[in-house]
């Protein structure tokens, strides 16, 4: 029989970390945005594990993780949601976020100024309105189409619904778009950071009465 999956709202610990950031790189790492931002593949698995880790480490205060498990506690999808208000997070929280950026980028400037180019974007035409920031969603590709993301969004948007405002995300994959639509995510923008890149989505889903 099939493994039970349940959604988990645990702290993570220094290995579980460890393990949820080394499932990012197997999430994130054929996608075709972050093929384009960090085009060596070892590099690119490198910078994958450590700037998750790191933002997962330091989420900042009042920062909602939840993972989704296998019954064995295997960790096979993530969700980072950011409260209204807590977004753009501390200075504090932003400079220990960004130790894992130096030191997976630092000696790539091009890497660096393609990602910044996009984080700059997004923080630019993010929402003004009081929402809940989906910063972080993903799942083990063996576990992909199996509910792991629905169970992490279901698990959410009752408590988004339930203080009466809205929720954001960013996306750079096209095929997510239908994905989020199935929540009541509509598009808000679509931006074009740097020209030889991919397009940036930005979604709205607008308070639930």
């Known amino acids: 029989m099939p493994e039970a999956r349940t959604v988990d709202d645990r702290p993570l610990g220094p290995a579980e970390l460890r393990e949820a950031a080394a499932l990012a790189?197997?999430?994130?790492?054929?996608?075709?945005?972050?093929?384009?931002?960090?085009p060596d593949e070892a590099m690119r698995q490198r910078g994958l594990y450590l700037v998750h880790r790191s933002v997962m480490a330091h989420a900042g205060r009042g920062a909602h993780l939840r993972t989704v498990r296998a019954s064995s506690d295997r960790i096979v999808g993530v969700a980072l949601w950011l409260p209204t208000g807590r977004y753009?997070?501390?200075?504090?929280?932003?400079?220990?976020?960004?130790?894992?950026?130096l030191r997976a980028f630092m000696r790539r400037p091009g890497t660096m100024r393609r990602g910044y180019a996009y984080v700059k974007a997004a923080a630019v035409t993010h929402p003004k309105d009081p929402h809940w920031y989906l910063q972080l969603l993903m799942t083990e590709p063996s576990e992909q189409r199996r509910g792991v993301g629905t169970a992490l969004m279901h698990e959410a948007l009752p408590r988004v619904d339930a203080g009466g405002v809205g929720s954001s995300l960013e996306t750079q994959n096209a095929d997510n778009l239908a994905y989020y639509a199935r929540f009541g995510y509509e598009l808000r923008n679509t931006l074009q950071p740097l020209a030889e890149g991919?397009?940036?989505?930005?979604?709205?889903?607008?308070p639930r009465a």
């Open 25 to 38: 790189v197997r999430a994130f790492g054929d996608d075709p945005f972050f093929r384009f931002v960090i």
């Open 198 to 206: 991919p397009a940036l989505y930005s979604l709205w889903r607008p």
């Open 88 to 101: 753009p997070q501390s200075v504090k929280t932003q400079l220990s976020q960004v130790s894992g950026t």
